[in-house]
């Protein structure tokens, strides 16, 4: 598809278990970034890629949070142990260069953690 | 205090209406501006950047930025319920690859 598409769209997960959520950013795409939104609030950065250098993870609330792009195209954001607190969209994007104003967000994985 | 702030309503406008969503900023440092439009269960999309002091027009959006109050607002003139949506201010912070987003103001145009 031409746009960023993520998966799964929903997770249900029970408190402990590990989740991993996967982003096919936009084919050509060096940068790429995963926000997390819980309800009502704004996006909140988590971490940036370039190719495949993570080079900003400041974002990720805790060790539990993990983020990989070892080929410079797709992503993975994996939570291991989730909490109740995780329950939120995660939001990925991914834009041609370093401009901020060309990034693109794909729809985002609903996760509820039960 | 959070680095971006949103009036975060509801605010509802009737059809034909100018809508008006505020943002203020607490970096006097950020240089750029972006308001995003996210629907209901969407992803967020970009509707207007703004880099300079005054007023940038596209279509019915007109964006106003003031760096010396620390403020960038939007203003929707001729509302369409179409236009219902959470609009997101965000700007650059940290390593200026992350967007600080405000927590979103909901508008409702009612017909």
């Known amino acids: 598809g031409a746009g960023v598409s993520q998966s799964p769209r929903y997770k249900v997960a029970k408190r402990g278990q590990d989740v991993a959520l996967r982003c096919d950013p936009i084919?050509?795409?060096?940068?790429l970034f995963w926000y997390q939104q819980a309800l009502g609030q704004g996006p909140e950065f988590l971490t940036y890629?370039?190719?495949?250098?993570?080079?900003?993870k400041s974002g990720l609330p805790s060790d539990r949070f993990f983020a990989e792009r070892p080929e410079g195209s797709v992503s993975t954001l994996k939570i291991q142990r989730t909490q109740k607190e995780d329950s939120a969209v995660y939001l990925c994007?991914?834009?041609?260069?370093?401009?901020?104003?060309?990034?693109?967000f794909g729809e985002g994985s609903w996760l509820t953690v039960v | 205090q959070k680095e971006v702030e949103q009036n975060s309503g509801p605010l509802s406008v009737p059809e034909g209406a100018i809508a008006s969503l505020n943002c203020t900023y607490s970096d006097r440092g950020s240089q750029s501006f972006f308001w995003y439009r996210q629907y209901s269960g969407k992803s967020p999309e970009l509707i207007m950047s703004?880099?300079?002091?005054g007023d940038k027009e596209d279509g019915r959006f007109t964006a106003q930025l003031n760096k010396a109050s620390q403020y960038v607002s939007l203003l929707i003139r001729d509302s369409q319920p179409s236009d219902s949506a959470t609009y997101l201010c965000?700007?650059?912070?940290?390593?200026?690859?992350?967007?600080?987003f405000g927590s979103g103001t909901q508008l409702t145009v009612l017909p």
């Open positions: 965000a700007c650059p912070s940290g390593s200026a690859r992350q967007l600080t």
């Open positions: 084919s050509g795409h060096v940068s």
């Open positions: 890629f370039q190719n495949e250098a993570q080079l900003d």
């Open positions: 703004i880099y300079s002091n």
């Open positions: 994007a991914s834009s041609l260069g370093q401009e901020l104003n060309t990034i693109y």
